[in-house]
């Protein structure tokens, strides 16, 4: 498609990023295509499947329909795709139990996404960290599901892949919203942020793991908001998701209805911008 070249930047929020698929549905009803994007964390998730030839609608129904109920995505993983216990489970040690990312990855993915990276249909990109290097690590060739899986892998929940001898774990960790990836050789740069803020707890208290996304989800929050103050994009949109936990993956249609204002926002935004570009 002739016309403004778009980059394209989804950051990283747990469930929180299913927002994204709403946002990419704009492009689709306004007959727009990003000529690059970037990913991290669910971000890289989602936008792993549409950068591989996925409309957004496609990308909605394949959630809603992994992601119904819990049994419906038990009844997927381990009926539908034969997946055991222990292949999507890790033990590294006493006390030390993890999903494995790079088998989530594969399972959240559809089976016809490309194998490598540099053969999606959109240039795409997914930011990891490098654990011990303490530094971003961009990923625009290799494995798309390994690069997916390093990018998701939240500490102490998601073990991330590693490569060529390196750790990785979560990219949200450096660069929650990784829009700096997508502006050499764009006209036009937008970024969805879904890091959202913490939620009050359901109980008398937080869960662990409630402590430990939110907290995680913080972090991403105020990294990715000194990346903007320092170099903002044209476009950022922050669908809203306070009312989201960083695991609440089965409550889909809250996600998508919390967004709709977003949406909006950003279908204006996006028409103003390119008024004025065109």
């Known amino acids: 498609m002739s016309g403004p070249k778009i980059g394209l930047a989804l950051g990283g929020g747990s469930a929180r990023g299913l927002a994204h698929i709403p946002?990419?549905?704009v492009f689709d009803e306004l007959g727009?295509?990003?000529?690059?994007?970037?990913?991290?964390?669910?971000?890289?998730?989602?936008?792993?499947?549409?950068?591989?030839g996925m409309s957004a609608r496609d990308i909605r129904e394949r959630a809603e329909r992994l992601l119904a109920t819990r049994f419906e995505a038990m009844r997927y993983v381990f009926g539908h795709k034969?997946?055991?216990?222990?292949?999507?489970?890790?033990?590294?040690?006493?006390?030390?139990?993890?999903?494995?990312?790079?088998?989530?990855?594969?399972?959240?993915?559809?089976?016809?996404?490309?194998?490598?990276?540099?053969d999606t249909q959109i240039p795409?990109?997914?930011?990891?960290?490098?654990?011990?290097?303490?530094?971003?690590?961009?990923?625009?060739?290799?494995?798309?599901?390994?690069?997916?899986?390093?990018?998701?892998?939240?500490?102490g929940v998601i073990a991330g892949p590693v490569i060529d001898g390196r750790v990785y774990v979560d990219g949200g960790v450096t660069n929650p919203v990784p829009f700096d990836h997508v502006r050499e050789g764009t006209d036009l740069i937008v970024a969805i942020d879904v890091t959202g803020r913490p939620r009050p707890p359901v109980r008398a208290h937080h869960s662990n793991m409630e402590v430990a996304?939110?907290?995680?989800?913080?972090?991403f929050h105020q990294v990715a908001e000194l990346r903007r103050a320092a170099n903002p994009p044209d476009i950022y949109i922050e669908p809203n998701t306070d009312s989201i936990r960083g695991g609440d993956f089965f409550r889909l249609q809250e996600?998508?209805?919390?967004?709709?204002?977003?949406?909006?926002?950003?279908?204006?935004?996006?028409?103003?911008?390119?008024?004025?570009?065109?």
């Open 23 to 25: 946002m990419l549905e």
């Open 32 to 52: 727009l295509r990003p000529s690059i994007i970037c990913g991290c964390s669910i971000g890289a998730l989602v936008g792993a499947g549409y950068a591989s």
């Open 82 to 118: 034969r997946t055991r216990l222990r292949d999507i489970l890790s033990l590294r040690g006493l006390g030390s139990l993890h999903i494995k990312g790079e088998k989530l990855a594969g399972l959240a993915l559809p089976d016809d996404v490309p194998e490598m990276l540099e």
């Open 124 to 155: 795409f990109k997914v930011v990891a960290t490098d654990f011990e290097a303490r530094v971003e690590k961009v990923f625009d060739r290799g494995r798309l599901v390994t690069a997916v899986a390093a990018s998701i892998a939240i500490p």
């Open 213 to 219: 996304i939110g907290s995680l989800l913080i972090m």
């Open 255 to 278: 996600v998508f209805d919390g967004a709709k204002p977003a949406k909006e926002q950003l279908k204006r935004a996006l028409d103003w911008r390119l008024n004025r570009i065109g």
